[in-house]
Structures are given as structure tokens and as C-alpha cells.
């Protein structure tokens, strides 16, 4: 199994950032990659950005595009996502969730992922 555990969540003005963690322990060797996705009351949930854990593949949704950035730390157990220009919209919980699929910047791939029990983000106007 892969325990996943976000932090760094909060609140936070528009224009602000805010930086999450998510630490994974447990069986990561078999993990391919790590995705950020969140959910807000009454909306479906949304993929947000991916990272392999290996090499340089990401993938961002449209709206968080240049305001946004996920990176891993060295070893692979910890994956960051950098909020910057931080709007109402991304109010949210955000979790983050593991897949072994190779297809790492679908979210039907995360279906079967371990997860996070997430964090919430809140951003003021």
C-alpha cells in the first residue's frame, strides 16, 4: 500500500500563493507518477496537474496553466504544488492521488490510485 498525506493548505487572499505537500510512504517503488486534484462543494472533481516521478512529464488543466507548478523532491516520496495568482476559483479541497499507469496526465488513470485525505484551500476576493 501507499499512504499519501497533503499539507499546506489555507487561506489565502486573491493574487496570493500557497505551496502543498504530499508526502507518500509506504510501497511508492510501484507508482509511476503523482497528480493534484481538487474539489469544491457542488462541482465535480478536477485534475489539476501531474508529475512523473521519473524524468520531465507534467501536465496542467488549462485554468491553472503559468500559475501553477508541480515538481517532486529528490527522493521519491514528497511532490509540491507551487499556487501562484491564486483566484476565488481555486477555492477547493485538493488531493493528491498515485497511479501506475503510464498515462499519467488522465485522471481516469488516478481511478485505482491511492489518495489523500486532502486539504482545503480557500482564496478570498
Known amino acids: 500500500q501507499v499512504q499519501l498525506v497533503e499539507s499546506g493548505g489555507g487561506s489565502v487572499q486573491a493574487g496570493g500563493s500557497l505551496r502543498l505537500s504530499c508526502s507518500a510512504s509506504?510501497?511508492?517503488?510501484?507508482?509511476?507518477?503523482m497528480g493534484w486534484f481538487r474539489q469544491s462543494p457542488g462541482r465535480e472533481r478536477e485534475f489539476v496537474a501531474a508529475i512523473r516521478w521519473s524524468g520531465s512529464g507534467t501536465y496542467y488543466t488549462d485554468s491553472v496553466k503559468g500559475r501553477f507548478t508541480i515538481s517532486r523532491g529528490n527522493a521519491k516520496n514528497t511532490v509540491y504544488l507551487q499556487m501562484n495568482g491564486m483566484k476565488p476559483e481555486d477555492t477547493a479541497v485538493y488531493y493528491c492521488?498515485?497511479?501506475?499507469?503510464?498515462?499519467?496526465?488522465?485522471?481516469?488513470?488516478?481511478?485505482?490510485?491511492?489518495w489523500g485525505q486532502g486539504t482545503q484551500v480557500t482564496v478570498s476576493s
Open positions: 509506504g510501497r511508492t517503488f510501484s507508482s509511476y507518477a
Open positions: 492521488a498515485d497511479t501506475q499507469s503510464i498515462y499519467y496526465g488522465s485522471a481516469s488513470a488516478y481511478e485505482n490510485g491511492y
